[in-house]
């Protein structure tokens, strides 16, 4: 039997833990945001490029948990190529997702790369660590928000 | 004679299979394993003489205090004020209404940085702590600074995580007007030399208050030794309730004081003109109190009383050297503070392993440590790290459990590396 931990440390997450993608910094992006996470010091800042509703370019930085860091590194090759739209519905996935019951069934084939995160249901207190770059995301493709910090204690 | 002898040498033999019984929690299964306690410095765990007591509190006893002539009341208010004596003996104060009740540590540093401050700092003014302070020992001196145009200056630490004492004696000048100082850092364990930094403050006339939450539970404390201005602690890191705390301070500055908070208790009288303050300890306790905590806490220090401060000190000396041994081992693993003088507590790192996954893992094996900056930003920021996990030994743990710390800890390193 694969115990709860095995679930949460896949070897996917510990994967992108080691050899995150899309880390660094874009320097001609013109979407940023910066999110915070108190409760353990993770800190991520999010660069976009997005034209006509489309997000070209994505990339990641910052210091966090094997959690927050795979959680960044899956979600940024999801969106990238993808609509605003198309990413507004991942992020709505992912929330259904994490906030599920842990004792839940879940239709997994419709999650595809999301699905390696089932296992931080049985983590109340590691939800926020796998949220924070979707939250941070949220926030940079919304208007007229681009450096406002987004903490999850708020 | 002899009988005596042998009796105080009995209740000084330390026995710690004897004393574990003692705490019902440490003999429950966290996630289906035995729970190992780590993070003393955080809580400790209560001894169930103070369980009873409380309970005992508020199914025989529950009453107000200083106001009824009935039997409950006056009972009540008898073991009410019998706690305030053990707790000037623990301390060896000089006075009894030296000992004022407070909600915590936080509440006590605040009371004497809203109510000392505000009377006595002016603009220009400077006020001394040090860079290894928890959040509750620099918020509520910067709070004041921001009202009364004070300044703070900050005592730097080396990479060892102890204070530079040449640095110190630099900043100590005529204007500086207060020196706030923890006497154990709660997120590296280092000792600091408390005595040498009042002795020299005082040399100047300048007061120094003692942030005692980490340090009262694990080393002696005489006051008046000490011969500190101000010495403020926690009942719940002391084997006692949440919610109770204790300031201590020199008579002659709480006179001069002004009261913290207004309301009943602290009051002699009251009319729409004029308003005539209680008298020591009455005037900062205000409304009424914690009652059941301040008997628990009072039952608490009566229990360490027994087991003996120093016989404890010497025990989670042991621990903590047995777990620094195991832990240097470890090439992954890196130590936070490094200081000649610790208490037992163990802040690390491990290589490409994030605290909060350490705390995850090492939960599942049923070991609670903490994760994270402690409170103490400031000290993160000072070794470039964004957190730390800790462990924080008291003298009910054992040589055992920091074997099954290792052991997971050695887990951690085999995932992440």
């Known amino acids: 039997m694969i115990s709860e931990l095995d679930e949460l440390y896949k070897q996917v997450i510990l994967d992108h833990n080691k050899n995150p993608r899309n880390f660094g910094v874009l320097n001609n992006a013109n979407s940023h945001a910066k999110g915070h996470n108190p409760l353990c010091g993770d800190q991520l800042d999010l660069y976009l490029i997005i034209e006509d509703g489309i997000i070209k370019d994505v990339k990641f930085n910052g210091s966090g948990c094997a959690i927050s860091k795979a959680s960044a590194s899956i979600m940024t090759s999801l969106i990238k190529g993808k609509t605003i739209d198309e990413a507004k ?32 249901r049985e983590f109340p207190a590691r939800i926020k660590c796998a949220s924070l770059p979707w939250h941070t995301l949220a926030q940079a493709i919304n208007e007229n928000s681009q450096t406002e910090l987004v903490s999850t204690e708020n | 004679m002899e009988n005596l002898f042998i009796d105080i040498t009995e209740k000084k033999i330390f026995d710690v299979e004897k004393i574990r019984k003692d705490f019902p929690i440490l003999s429950r299964l966290v996630h289906g394993k035995k729970l190992v306690y780590f993070d003393n410095a955080a809580t400790t765990q209560k001894p169930k003489q103070v369980i009873e007591t409380i309970q005992n509190y508020y199914s025989n006893l529950n009453s107000n205090i200083h106001r009824g002539v009935h039997y409950l009341s006056e009972a009540a208010t008898k073991e009410y004020e019998c706690a305030r004596k053990i707790i000037q003996n623990f301390i060896n104060a000089k006075h009894l209404e030296e000992i004022i ?11 004497v940085a809203s109510s000392y401050g505000y009377s006595n700092f002016k603009e220009g003014d400077e006020i001394l702590i040090s860079a290894m302070e928890h959040h509750s020992n620099i918020v509520p001196w910067q709070i004041i600074c921001q009202r009364t145009g004070a300044k703070l200056k900050v005592i730097p630490m080396n990479d060892n995580g102890e204070i530079i004492i040449e640095e110190f004696d630099k900043l100590l000048n005529e204007k500086t007007k207060f020196v706030s100082i923890v006497h154990v850092s709660n997120s590296l364990g280092t000792i600091n030399p408390i005595k040498y930094i009042i002795d020299k403050a005082h040399r100047l ?24 201005d101000f010495l403020a602690f926690s009942g719940h890191k002391i084997y006692g309730p949440t919610g109770i705390g204790i300031l201590y301070g020199k008579k002659k500055h709480l006179i001069e004081m002004p009261p913290y908070q207004g309301g009943g ?8 003109e004029k308003t005539i303050y209680n008298e020591l300890p009455y005037k900062f306790e205000a409304g009424t109190p914690n009652i059941a905590g301040v008997i628990g806490l009072g039952v608490a220090i009566r229990y360490v009383n027994n087991i003996g401060i ?18 240097s081992d470890m090439p992954e693993l890196k130590i936070i503070g490094n200081a000649a003088n610790k208490a037992s ?3 690390f790192i491990i290589d490409n392993a994030h605290p909060h996954d350490v705390g995850t893992i090492l939960d599942r094996e049923g070991i609670a440590i903490r994760t994270g900056h402690h409170c103490t930003e400031p000290v993160m920021r000072r070794f470039n790290i964004p957190a730390t996990s800790r462990a924080s030994f008291s003298f009910y743990n054992t040589f055992e459990e920091i ?9 951690v390193i085999n995932l992440f590396n």
Do not use: W
């Not at chain 2, 009740?101 to 009371?111: K, V």
């Not at chain 2, 208790?265 to 729409?272: A, E, K, Q, T």
């Open chain 2, 345 to 347: 507590v163990i802040s």
């Open chain 2, 265 to 272: 208790d602290m009051i002699m009288s009251v009319s729409f």
């Open chain 2, 310 to 327: 120093e016989v404890i000190e010497k025990y989670e000396k042991e621990l903590l050297d047995y777990g620094s041994s195991l832990l």
């Open chain 2, 205 to 228: 006339d300048i007061p120094v208050l003692v942030d005692a939450a980490q340090s009262i539970q694990h080393l002696k404390i005489d006051v008046q030794d000490l011969d500190c």
């Open chain 2, 403 to 411: 074997d099954v710390l290792a052991k997971s800890l050695k887990k």
């Open chain 2, 101 to 111: 009740y407070t909600r915590g540590t936080t509440e006590s540093i605040n009371l």
């Open chain 1, 89 to 120: 519905k991942l992020f709505d996935e992912f929330h259904n997702l994490v906030t599920s019951d842990p004792e839940a069934e879940i239709d997994t084939s419709e999650l595809g790369k999301l699905e390696v995160f089932c296992g931080v």
